[in-house]
């Protein structure tokens, strides 16, 4: 196996053990606040990107319109979310966040930056930063072999 294949399985493998993790993790912190990984990671995206159609949250998310949808219905019934009409386009919805899904949003966030901010407190910057850099071109060119 050249050197380019094996760095390449040893990627994978890093990552992979990284994801299980840091899902894991996840899971733990915020399913302790009554919404599952995929409704929090709705959350952020609504918080980060502003009000969106439901397709648009999909794609964003990676997921089908379906699932999105009942990931966004069970929000809306813990009064987390909104649908409102599109102002562009009256015969739309849009989703956004009500002012309790921005403060659970804020809590979770807040406690998972912490976990993060003591992973990293013994990592130099420059190791960080490498690693911030080559996090940012992977999911880069995650998201073109995606077609996002």
């Known amino acids: 196996m050249d ?12 990552v992979n053990q990284l994801i299980r993790v840091h899902q894991f993790r996840d899971r733990e912190s915020i399913c302790s606040h009554n919404v599952s990984v995929a409704q929090c990671y709705a959350l952020e995206t609504l918080v980060k ?24 219905d069970s929000l ?13 386009d009256q015969r739309a919805v849009q989703l956004s966040l009500t002012p309790a899904g ?9 406690s998972l930056i912490a976990e993060e901010a003591s992973m990293i407190s013994d990592i130099p910057d420059e190791v960080v930063d490498a690693a911030l850099a080559l996090l940012g071109k992977l999911t880069v060119a995650a998201r073109v072999r995606l077609g996002n």
Do not use: F, N, W
């Open 3 to 14: 050197s380019k294949l094996k760095r390449a399985e040893a990627l994978y493998e890093a």
């Open 49 to 72: 990107r502003g009000p969106l159609r439901l397709k648009d949250l999909a794609e964003e998310m990676c997921l089908d319109k379906s699932t999105t949808s009942r990931v966004i």
């Open 102 to 110: 921005q403060e659970l949003y804020a809590t979770i966030h807040k």
């Open 76 to 88: 809306l019934r813990k009064g987390y979310a909104l649908k409102t009409l599109d102002p562009l």
